[in-house]
């Protein structure tokens, strides 16, 4: 057996004179598998589990492993399927075993694989709900976070950040209960929307009896032709004042945690925002431009022509009068002073039962090294921003979304390791 072949099986870190005592008892030469090398391995006492190679074929293919999670700076995808999940598992070896089983599922996912091979044998449920098969890897992105009431629930009160902490009740906040919080979240992207959906649903599945979704939203992003950012279903531009993914200096100031077993790793926010679309097509475009403080068409702030044109709150037009309102969506924010990286996503879920209005709206999902920078903005809007006038917050959750997972590790080692 090779050293790397034995750097795939082995948690434990073991010392050179101990693998040369397991090699001169044959290990050497016991092939890997449940009656193998990892058995003789767990055997022992060592903590062993599988690594899957990251595929260096498959087509529009999302690196699994590296210093951060996929899903946070990774290019935007066309589609999301999000699920909040309820822990069912009583223990904090438990827990470690589950996401040690998710790892190497992850990365056959977003390999573009099935997470298991088929079995001949048609008496049983397949390992895999096949709904991916025969599609490519569509540029999948798995992103795993916890939330706060993981760690009181699994007595792990002194490992959790002081950060990590249930947001707190905003001005026209109308949240229900059943879109709010959760231990865990999976965010699955994708450039095909059936294939975010089988990452949950398989992921979710593998872990029966150990975890149940608490509440879940897909939604979608389209862009235009020649490139750009998206718009919501407003009409609006979404993202423009985005920090750079391609700039690590600037994320590393706004997006990545800088300590503790959360370094690399990433608090993400998740609202769920229902906007009200009747009322806003029956809404002058002067009115609605107004509202955002951008040009719709362009995407450029008030006054300019340039989607990214920088601007100034403070400016005033001839008469003396502020281009851009200071109930603008665009001015609060912007006042703040705050910075997060937004991921969002639109969400059409047919009609409301009790209106016959859509039930659309948006799935906002930010990045931000700390919580607070949220809450500095949204504290910002308050109730001066216009935009209330259209939207309800129906749902609202905080995780923070582990490091990245280096080759031989797996999905929240650093956690476990500070226990």
Same mark, same amino acid.
């Given at each position: ?11 434990? $870190? ?22 193998? =090398?990892?058995g003789? @391995? ?6 062993? =589990? ?24 990774? &290019? ?14 009583t !223990? ?5 075993a589950l =996401?040690?089983?998710?790892? &190497? ?5 977003? *390999? ?9 044998n ?5 390992g ?19 939330g706060?009431?993981?760690?009181? $629930?699994?007595?792990? +009160?002194?490992?959790?950040? +002081? ?7 905003? &001005? ?10 959760? %231990? ?15 990452a949950?649903?398989?992921? #979710? ?10 509440? !879940? ?7 235009? +032709?020649?490139?750009?950012?998206p ?5 609006? $531009? ?8 391609? %700039? ?9 945690v800088? $300590? ?13 925002? /229902? @906007? ?5 097509d029956?809404? !002058?475009?002067?009115?609605q431009? +107004? ?10 702030p ?22 851009? &309102? ?24 047919? #009609? ?14 930010? =990045? /931000? ?9 949204? *504290? !910002? ?5 216009? @935009? ?32």
């Open positions: 057996m090779t050293a790397s072949n034995e750097e795939k099986w082995i948690n434990k $870190k073991i010392s050179r004179r101990e693998m040369l005592k397991l090699t001169g008892m044959g290990v050497a030469g016991i092939a890997i598998g449940a009656s193998g =090398f990892g003789v @391995m767990k055997a022992m006492g060592y903590d062993v =589990f599988e690594t899957v190679e990251d595929s260096t074929t498959a087509k529009n293919k999302v690196n699994f492993y590296g210093k951060h999670q996929s899903g946070i700076s990774t &290019p935007v995808q066309k589609n999301i399927y999000f699920a909040s999940l309820t822990v069912l598992v !223990s904090k070896e438990e827990l470690q =996401f040690k089983k998710w790892t &190497p599922l992850m990365v056959r996912l977003m *390999n573009g694989e099935l997470m298991v091979d088929l079995t001949t048609t008496r049983v449920p397949t895999d709900t096949g709904e991916a098969e025969g599609l490519n890897a569509s540029n999948l992105s798995i992103t795993v976070g916890v706060p009431s993981l760690f009181d $629930k699994l007595g792990m +009160a002194h490992l959790k950040p +002081a950060e990590l902490a249930d947001l707190p009740h905003f &001005p026209k906040d109308q949240l229900q209960k059943e879109y709010t919080g959760g %231990d865990l979240c999976i965010q699955a992207c994708a450039d095909d929307p059936q294939v975010a959906f089988h949950v649903r398989n992921l #979710v599945r593998a872990a029966s009896g150990k975890v149940e979704i608490k509440w !879940s939203q897909a939604g979608f992003n389209s862009f235009p +032709a020649e490139g750009g950012t718009r919501n279903l407003f009409a609006f $531009k979404d993202g423009t004042v985005n920090p750079s993914i391609k %700039d690590e200096q600037d994320l590393n100031k706004v997006v990545w800088d $300590k503790g077993w959360l370094k690399g790793g990433s608090y993400l926010v998740a609202r769920k925002v /229902q @906007m009200h679309l009747e009322t806003w029956r809404t !002058s475009l002067k009115d431009e +107004a509202t955002f403080g951008r040009h719709r068409d362009s995407g450029a008030l006054g300019k022509t340039k989607e990214f044109d920088d601007f100034d709150i403070e400016e005033k037009d001839s008469k003396g009068e502020y281009i851009m &309102p200071d109930t603008s969506h665009v001015h609060l924010a912007r006042k703040s002073g705050a910075r997060i990286l937004r991921r969002s996503y639109s969400y059409a879920s047919g #009609v409301m039962s009790n209106t016959g209005a859509h039930d659309a709206g948006l799935i906002f999902i930010s =990045f /931000q090294k700390d919580p607070a920078q949220f809450i500095t903005v949204q *504290n !910002s809007l308050g109730r001066l921003d216009k @935009m209330n006038e259209y939207i309800t917050h129906r749902g609202s959750a905080v995780f923070a979304c582990f490091p990245g997972v280096q080759k031989g590790s797996y999905l929240g080692e650093a956690l476990f390791n500070a226990l």
